[in-house]
C-alpha cells in the first residue's frame, strides 16, 4: 500500500488551491498538490505536507502550520493501486498563486465553480463536501475503486 498526503490550500476568497495534473494518477484532472510519502525514510504524513508544499508550490510550513482533514483509503484506485491518503489543510491563507511545477499548473478555484472543472471522481463524490464542511474531527472514509468509476464506500 501507498502512502501519500493532499494538501488543502486556501486563499482570503475561500478558493482552493487545485493543480492541472501532468502526470498519473489523475493526470489532466484538476487536484490539490501533495504527493506520496518517503517510506524509506519513515517520512511522517507532516514532514511529506511541508516537504511536497515546497517542492511543488514554494512554501515553506512547518508542522505546526499543518492540520489533519482527514484519511482516504482507496482499494484499487486506477494507475496506483491500494493507497492511503493523509488530507492536510493549511492553517493560514496564501493569495499567491505558486507557479507551474513538473507535476503541474495551478488555480485557485471558489468550491461554487468545482462543477465546471474535470475533478477525480473519489474527489467529487466522497472528499470535497466533508473538506468544505469543515467538521472539527477529522474524518475516516475507506473506497473499493477496483470498478472505477463505479466506487463503493466500504466504511459507512
Not at 484538476?30 to 518517503?38: A, E, F, T, Y
Not at 515546497?54 to 486506477?78: M, N, Q, V
Not at 473538506?131 to 466500504?154: A, H, R
Request: glycine share 4%; with cysteine.
Amino acid at each position: 500500500m501507498k502512502l501519500a498526503t493532499l494538501l488543502y490550500i486556501i486563499n482570503t476568497r475561500g478558493e482552493y488551491l487545485l493543480m492541472k495534473r501532468l502526470k498519473s494518477p489523475n493526470k489532466g484532472l484538476m487536484s490539490p498538490p501533495g504527493g506520496k510519502l518517503d517510506i524509506i525514510s519513515a517520512e511522517s504524513p507532516l514532514d511529506c505536507s511541508i516537504r511536497e508544499a515546497f517542492e511543488e508550490c514554494h512554501l515553506t510550513t512547518c508542522a505546526s502550520d499543518w492540520k489533519l482533514r482527514g484519511i482516504l483509503t482507496e482499494k484499487d484506485y486506477p494507475d496506483i493501486g491500494n493507497i492511503m491518503i493523509f488530507l492536510m489543510e493549511l492553517k493560514f491563507f496564501i493569495d499567491i498563486l505558486p507557479k507551474a511545477c513538473n507535476e503541474g499548473e495551478f488555480f485557485f478555484i471558489h468550491p461554487d465553480d468545482f462543477n465546471k472543472y474535470e475533478i477525480p471522481v473519489t474527489d467529487k463524490l466522497f472528499l470535497w463536501n466533508r473538506i468544505i464542511m469543515n467538521y472539527e474531527e477529522p474524518f475516516i472514509i475507506s473506497l473499493d475503486c477496483k470498478y472505477y468509476p463505479d466506487i463503493q464506500q466500504v466504511n459507512v
